[in-house]
Nanobody, 124 residues
Framework: VQLVESGGGLVQPGGSLRLSCVASTPNHYSMGWFRQTPGKAREGVAGIDTSGTTFYAESAKGRFTISRDNSKRTVYLQMERLKPEDTATYYC?????????????????????WGQGTQVTVSA
């Protein structure tokens, strides 16, 4: 099983980025994006199931959009109006079961697969 993220980088506050993650997991798996900063626990950002139903953390609502293309086995995270506090390493994951499980990174870790992460830095 392999997940490979791309699209991270340095962006100014208010800017946009689109993260991509190509996965070798089955298409019926839910997928999601998570982020982590040094010294803090990994937190869920958004999740999406195979039919396209989406879930978001409060911090992501209205600014981030998760989507997936099952034909390409790819999940995306479009991030708009980025803030310095969005700076983190972003990870994608895939797991069997409800996409709402993105709210429990530990639960995803127990049953799912993770990418290696891509760094997003929001700074002037």
């Amino acid at each position: 099983v392999q997940l490979v993220e791309s699209g991270g980088g340095l962006v100014q506050p208010g800017g946009s980025l689109r993260l991509s993650c190509v996965a070798s997991t089955p298409n019926h798996y839910s997928m999601g994006w998570f982020r982590q900063t040094p010294g803090k626990a990994r937190e869920g950002v958004a999740g999406i199931d195979t039919s396209g139903t989406t879930f978001y953390a409060e911090s992501a609502k209205g600014r981030f959009t998760i989507s997936r293309d099952n034909s390409k086995r790819t999940v995306y995270l479009q991030m708009e109006r980025l803030k310095p506090e969005d700076t983190a390493t972003y990870y994608c994951a895939a797991w069997p079961g409800s996409a709402a499980l993105f709210r429990s990174p530990a639960g995803v870790r127990d049953r799912g697969s993770w990418g290696q992460g891509t760094q997003v830095t929001v700074s002037a």
